[in-house]
C-alpha cells in the first residue's frame, strides 16, 4: 500500500465565533497529518459565502493551504469575478468548482447552468492561477439522466480546464473502480480522489445519502440499524469499515483520500492511524 499518497480534509462554515474556535481546534488536530490542504464548503446560492471567506482566512493565517468550494448556479459573472479576485488577494491557489443548488424558493439559476461554464470562465480570467477540483460521481449523480450522461457531462467538467477531481463518497470500491475505468476509456488520465465520510451516526448518514445518491450497501445499512441507538458500536463498526476502504483504495492506486470531516477530528485521525498514516 502506498501511503505517500497525500490526503485533504473538508470542513463547512461555523455560524458563530464559539463555533469557528472549535474548528480552528479541529484544523490543528489535523493538521498533525499533514494535509494537502483544508477545503471549505459553499452554501446553496453562496447562503455561507462570508462563512467560506472567513474560514478559508483563518486556514490561510494558520499557515495551510486551503481550497474555498465555489458553486456558480444563481450568480453572475460579476458576482463570481469578485470572489476570484478576493481569494486570489487572499493568497488562495486551489478552488473546488461545483454548479451547486439554489436555496429553497429561488428560481433564477444566474449567467451559469453547468459546473464546466464556471471552470471556463475561471481559466479564461485567471489563467492558471488556481488549481481546480470538480466533482465526481462514481455511483452517478442523482439528478442525471443516465450513468452515460453523467460521464459526459463529467468528461465535459475535465475537458474544460480542471486539474482533478473528488468523489461523492461511496462504500463500494468496485464502484469507483468502474469508474476510473470508463475515464480511462473515455480519454481523461487526470486524478480523482475518492471522497470519504467517516460512519458516526447512522441516521445522519442515511439522511445525507438519499440526498446525494450514495449507496449505502444492505448489509451494512443492516448491521448499522441493528445497534440502535449504540453509539459505540456504530462508531466501532465504522471505523473498522472505512479503514478497510481506505486500504483497498490505496493498494488499487487511488491517488489520494479526501476526508468529509463534518468539523470533527477523531474518527478521522483513527482511520488514518488504522491505515499508517501517522503524525510527522
Not at 488536530?29 to 464548503?41: E, G, I, W
Not at 470572489?83 to 444566474?110: C, E, K, T
Not at 464546466?116 to 449523480?141: M, S
Not at 448491521?223 to 471505523?239: F, M, V
Request: net charge negative.
Amino acid at each position: 500500500m502506498n501511503l505517500q499518497q497525500p490526503i485533504s480534509f473538508e470542513f463547512f462554515p461555523t455560524k458563530t465565533a464559539e463555533g469557528a474556535e472549535k474548528l480552528a481546534l479541529v484544523r490543528d488536530k489535523l493538521s498533525v497529518l499533514n494535509p494537502l490542504y483544508y477545503s471549505v464548503t459553499y452554501g446553496a446560492g453562496g447562503s455561507t459565502q462570508d462563512g467560506t471567506i472567513n474560514t478559508v482566512a483563518s486556514i490561510k493565517k494558520a499557515g495551510h493551504s486551503a481550497a474555498p468550494h465555489l458553486s456558480c448556479i444563481g450568480s453572475t459573472r460579476e458576482s463570481i469575478k469578485s470572489i476570484l479576485d478576493l481569494f486570489i488577494n487572499q493568497g488562495v491557489d486551489r478552488i473546488v468548482a461545483l454548479r451547486g443548488d439554489l436555496p429553497s424558493g429561488h428560481r433564477d439559476v444566474g449567467e451559469f447552468r453547468y459546473a464546466n461554464e464556471l471552470v471556463e470562465f475561471i481559466r479564461a480570467e485567471t489563467g492558471d492561477h488556481f488549481h481546480i477540483e470538480v466533482a465526481a460521481y462514481p455511483e452517478v449523480h442523482p439528478q442525471a439522466k443516465n450513468a452515460q450522461t453523467d460521464l459526459d457531462n463529467f468528461i465535459r467538467k475535465m475537458n474544460a480546464g480542471a486539474n482533478g477531481a473528488i468523489t461523492q463518497y461511496f462504500f463500494n470500491v468496485d464502484s469507483y473502480l468502474y469508474f476510473i475505468d470508463s475515464c480511462v476509456k473515455a480519454g481523461m488520465d487526470k486524478p480523482v480522489i475518492p471522497g470519504i465520510m467517516p460512519i458516526t451516526n447512522y441516521s445522519r448518514l442515511a439522511g445525507f445519502s438519499d440526498m446525494c445518491g450514495a449507496e449505502i450497501p444492505r448489509w451494512l445499512a443492516k448491521r448499522l440499524e441493528g445497534y440502535g441507538d449504540d453509539i459505540d458500536s456504530i462508531k466501532a463498526l465504522g471505523l473498522e469499515v472505512i479503514s478497510k476502504l481506505c486500504e483497498n483504495l490505496l493498494a488499487e492506486g487511488a491517488p489520494g483520500l479526501h476526508f468529509y470531516t463534518l468539523n470533527q477530528s477523531k474518527t478521522t485521525l483513527d482511520i488514518c492511524q488504522n491505515i499508517g498514516i501517522s503524525p510527522e
